[in-house]
């Protein structure tokens, strides 16, 4: 597809998108991103419902969702609006309608803006396999025209705004059968009900495009954006990743999808969604809006006219070479998981706690090693604390990434037989030939396999040259760089050596001390760089090495950076939980669930375990999943392998239990 989606992939310039007002709220066009969150509390629940709500506007979210699964949840809005005015609290407040054209049209009457889901607004799932003829997929469009123009014509009369909010796992069998379960399919859904809005002459639509995986989210986005410019539509966005579940794994996807969209100036407003008290996504959503803000205010005017040559509607992993190194081997590149080195904290002289924390961490975590151990020197006099490392620790990593920042000092201490080999990185980076091409031959003589920084610009030919001809190929990472943001130097980088032949393994580091925004906390602050920096390149196929350099400790550093290629779908290690953030339609305690669901199944790396709320959105938004865990009554569970359901009305105590005799059945459980 060769229309784009944003301005700039080299600098974070924002959309330009309409106004669209939910109550007083403005959101669109030059308007600061909103927050939003949702209740989970019971709508019949009338104080609850408000009390929660109030709540969320004091912790800072300007615009609350309430589920209205029925007209008696959707007439009780009123209640729970007046309410909230009665505290004095303003906050707009939105119904979110699946199935119920009824309750949509009577929670107009007492909200700001209303939510539909395309997928199941005038269609039943069924996950029937039918073929529509062009002329019978008219005639389901009339049917859809039909359905939906009362709701628009009273929002238009009531001046209420509308989000279509197209969902992954819960697109209609129609547009299944058309275009898929993919992006495509996601934006079509949107599109098809924004085009009947427009003929009854209504504008004020906000779109999301949802799903729980970070790098479908982030297409069905960029694509739903391409196509709107087609159509010169220029609705605002709401973005989220849905069921991203709970802790540092939510938390870690949110910043994926919302993060990586952000940068290229997309978004408008935003939900993080988790499976904790919703207080607990406002932080979050007000770090990653005020990163925004600051990008898109920032004067940094990229000259870049690199000529990228990716699909960003498409993943697909950038081409490199095989690179085998260290011992044991490690296989780079290719289309081998990213590797990940690790940064130590303590200094290289301080070889005792290094060994002891390197001991520590790799007997306790073997699925999730260490695979390249990152060390600095400063001075030629810690050679001898190298030599120590390199002897000591070999059979517990396989490689020493030495990070030279020694000034003006070319020499290197040749490798030693019997002992880790090392990879060698001056920090300065080449700027320059000359130094480039002396440091490779030093490498090779003393052995070592080089890595070299290098800015986010086109390559010279010098440099290709010699890149080309170095007798171990080098890895490649970024040289810090202030002119563009660091995910478009990678962008230039990777586009420049693949313009040049040369796919040689690229390095993503996280390093950065960024400043903490007023009210951040420092490593939930830094989880959201690392996330946004690699998940972002991941999600485009981009890099074949990662690491986390700033969580304070090796263990923190190794742990987030596995999760964050788990997050981007780029390297599994542990079981992938997909869990919905629950809602007024929850009919057990969410959190609590997915807690004993992770307890019993947490090691079962490769799985995918679906914890939905209920029956009637959860079968289809765990598209993903192989196994799903879904509220199907007060304290009844129904299980689910893959889309079918094969076990109903399980009493809750005993429901994890059913599902860990299911895993087995299926042949997928292993004893932890
Ligand atoms: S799946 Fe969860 S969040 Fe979605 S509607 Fe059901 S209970 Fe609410």
């Known amino acids: 597809m060769a229309f784009s989606y944003c301005a700039s992939r080299f600098q974070s310039l924002r959309r330009k998108s309409r106004v669209v007002s939910v109550g007083h709220i403005q959101l669109g066009g030059r308007h600061p991103i909103r927050v939003q969150s949702m209740t989970t509390t019971d709508t019949l629940d009338i104080q609850a419902t408000a009390r929660q709500s109030i709540e969320l506007a004091e912790a800072g979210c300007e615009i609350v969702r309430i589920t209205a699964p029925n007209v008696r949840a959707a007439e009780a809005l009123g209640q729970i609006r007046e309410e909230i005015r009665k505290a004095k609290v303003d906050v707009p407040l939105v119904a979110d309608i699946h199935f119920m054209p009824n309750a949509a049209m009577e929670a107009a009457k007492h909200v700001e803006k209303v939510r539909v889901n395309p997928g199941n607004y005038a269609d039943r799932k069924k996950f029937q396999i039918r073929e529509y003829t062009d002329s019978q997929y008219e005639e389901e469009l009339e049917r859809l025209h039909?359905?939906?123009?009362?709701?628009?014509?009273?929002?238009?009369?009531?001046?209420?705004s509308m989000r279509i909010g197209t969902n992954h796992g819960s697109l209609s069998d129609r547009i299944m059968n058309r275009f898929g379960d993919t992006p495509r399919g996601m934006a079509e859904s949107a599109l098809e009900f924004i085009r009947i809005a427009e003929s009854l002459g209504y504008r004020d639509i906000i779109l999301s495009m949802k799903a729980s995986n970070p790098k479908v989210m982030i297409q069905a986005y960029r694509l739903v954006v391409a196509m709107m410019n087609e159509e010169k539509m220029d609705y605002p966005l709401h973005l989220g990743v849905t069921e991203a579940g709970d802790g540092e794994d939510a938390r870690i996807k949110s910043a994926i999808g919302i993060g990586s969209l952000l940068l290229d100036g997309l978004g408008d407003t935003i939900r993080v969604s988790l499976t904790e008290d919703p207080v607990a996504e406002i932080p979050v959503a007000?770090?990653?809006?005020?990163?925004?803000?600051?990008?898109?205010?920032?004067?940094?005017?990229?000259?870049?006219?690199?000529?990228?040559?990716?699909?960003?509607?498409?993943?697909?992993?950038?081409?490199?070479?095989?690179?085998?190194?260290?011992?044991?081997?490690?296989?780079?590149?290719?289309?081998?998981?990213?590797?990940?080195?690790?940064?130590?904290?303590?200094?290289?002289?301080?070889?005792?706690?290094?060994?002891?924390?390197?001991?520590?961490?790799?007997?306790?975590?073997?699925?999730?090693?260490?695979?390249?151990?990152?060390?600095?020197?400063?001075?030629s006099s810690e050679f001898s604390s190298l030599q120590t490392l390199a002897q000591s620790l070999v059979g517990a990593i396989p490689l020493i990434i030495v990070e030279d920042?020694?000034?003006?000092?070319?020499?290197?201490?040749?490798?030693?037989?019997?002992?880790?080999?090392?990879?060698?990185?001056?920090?300065?980076?080449?700027?320059?030939?000359?130094?480039?091409?002396?440091?490779?031959?030093?490498?090779?003589?003393?052995?070592?396999?080089?890595?070299?920084?290098?800015?986010?610009?086109?390559?010279?030919?010098?440099?290709?040259?010699?890149?080309?001809?170095?007798?171990?190929?080098?890895?490649?990472?970024?040289?810090?760089?202030?002119?563009?943001?660091?995910?478009?130097?990678?962008?230039?980088?990777?586009?420049?050596?693949?313009?040049?032949?040369?796919?040689?393994?690229?390095?993503?580091?996280?390093?950065?001390?960024d400043r903490l925004f007023p009210g951040a906390d420092y490593f939930s602050a830094r989880l959201l760089d690392a996330s946004i920096l690699s998940g972002s390149l991941l999600c485009d196929g981009i890099g074949d090495l990662i690491s986390v350099e700033n969580m304070g400790s090796l263990d923190r550093n190794r742990r987030l950076a596995y999760n964050l290629l788990q997050g981007s779908r780029a390297?599994?290690?542990?079981?992938?939980?997909?869990?919905?953030?629950?809602?007024?339609?929850?009919?057990?305690?969410?959190?609590?669930?997915?807690?004993?669901?992770?307890?019993?199944?947490?090691?079962?790396?490769?799985?995918?375990?679906?914890?939905?709320?209920?029956?009637?959105?959860?079968?289809?938004?765990?598209?993903?999943?192989?196994?799903?865990?879904?509220?199907?009554?007060?304290?009844?569970?129904?299980?689910?392998?893959?889309?079918?359901?094969?076990?109903?009305?399980?009493?809750?105590?005993?429901?994890?239990?059913?599902?860990?005799?299911?895993?087995?059945?299926?042949?997928?459980?292993i004893d932890p």
């Open 571 to 669: 390297r599994v290690s542990k079981t992938e939980f997909v869990a919905c953030p629950s809602c007024g339609r929850t009919l057990f305690d969410l959190q609590s669930t997915t807690q004993r669901v992770r307890q019993a199944t947490g090691h079962l790396k490769g799985v995918t375990i679906a914890v939905m709320g209920c029956i009637v959105n959860g079968p289809g938004e765990m598209a993903d999943a192989d196994f799903g865990y879904v509220g199907s009554g007060p304290g009844k569970i129904d299980l689910y392998v893959g889309k079918n359901r094969v076990k109903s009305a399980i009493t809750e105590n005993d429901a994890v239990d059913r599902l860990i005799d299911l895993i087995v059945e299926e042949g997928k459980w």
């Open 286 to 379: 007000q770090d990653l809006a005020n990163r925004a803000q600051e990008w898109w205010s920032s004067n940094n005017k990229s000259d870049l006219e690199v000529k990228e040559n990716i699909d960003p509607f498409t993943y697909t992993r950038r081409t490199c070479q095989e690179i085998k190194l260290g011992q044991p081997h490690l296989s780079l590149g290719d289309k081998k998981p990213p590797t990940v080195f690790v940064s130590t904290h303590f200094p290289t002289f301080d070889t005792a706690a290094i060994i002891k924390e390197i001991a520590q961490v790799q007997t306790q975590s073997k699925d999730v090693p260490v695979e390249g151990l990152i060390v600095r020197i400063r001075t």
């Open 146 to 160: 039909e359905e939906f123009s009362p709701l628009v014509l009273r929002c238009k009369e009531l001046g209420r």
């Open 405 to 513: 920042e020694r000034e003006n000092d070319d020499e290197l201490p040749p490798a030693k037989p019997g002992c880790v080999p090392m990879a060698w990185h001056p920090s300065a980076g080449f700027t320059e030939e000359a130094p480039l091409a002396r440091f490779l031959a030093f490498c090779d003589q003393a052995g070592h396999y080089p890595i070299i920084s290098l800015p986010g610009r086109e390559l010279s030919d010098g440099t290709v040259a010699l890149l080309a001809c170095s007798p171990k190929s080098p890895l490649i990472t970024l040289a810090p760089t202030d002119k563009i943001h660091t995910v478009a130097g990678y962008r230039v980088l990777a586009t420049s050596l693949s313009l040049n032949q040369l796919s040689l393994p690229l390095w993503i580091r996280t390093r950065e001390k």
